[in-house]
């Protein structure tokens, strides 16, 4: 289900979702996000990051980093981003700027995107804390649910 929000910009030329109230929204729209401030990664990998002092910030104070990945229309993937450092957040920003997010998926503090990509392209995944100067380690999984049979 997409809807409205506000975005704020990460640094010159980045934006990233605000928290809204709800579990899991999805906000319009991002103008761009500079390719520069993205770590490249894709379906599959592991990404081990820490954020601490000296990361870019959001509006509020929370300490963010950035990544991008690859898709295409209607890929069904899963975004898990799980820490037991800080309460972390995710917002999914599609290749359009269409903004999705999570806070607290179930009943851990954990958050996950499940989604079908709305359209080809490159996606920004920005990973920050809940609370400003909230700092730690951190492990985000991007997955590709497509059914795979070996050949």
Do not use: H
Not at 39 to 53: D, H, P, R
């Amino acid at each position: 289900m997409w809807q409205r929000a506000y975005l704020v910009f990460l640094a010159s030329f980045a934006v990233a979702a605000v928290p809204v109230s709800g579990q899991d929204s999805v906000t319009s729209t991002a103008d761009t996000v500079d390719e520069e401030f993205a770590k490249s990664t894709q379906y599959g990998a592991l990404e081990i990051g820490v954020l601490a002092k000296g990361d870019a910030r959001l509006q509020a104070g929370e300490f963010r980093d950035l990544y991008s990945f690859e898709g295409s229309k209607g890929d069904p993937v899963i975004i898990e981003l799980l820490s037991d450092d800080f309460d972390p957040y995710l917002a999914v920003i599609s290749p359009s700027g269409l903004v999705k997010r999570n806070d607290d998926w179930g009943a851990s503090s954990a958050s996950r995107i499940q989604m079908n990509l709305p359209e080809a392209g490159s996606y920004r995944v920005v990973v920050p804390s809940v609370r400003p100067g909230e700092e730690g380690a951190y492990v985000l999984r991007i997955r590709d649910q497509r059914v795979r049979i070996a050949q």
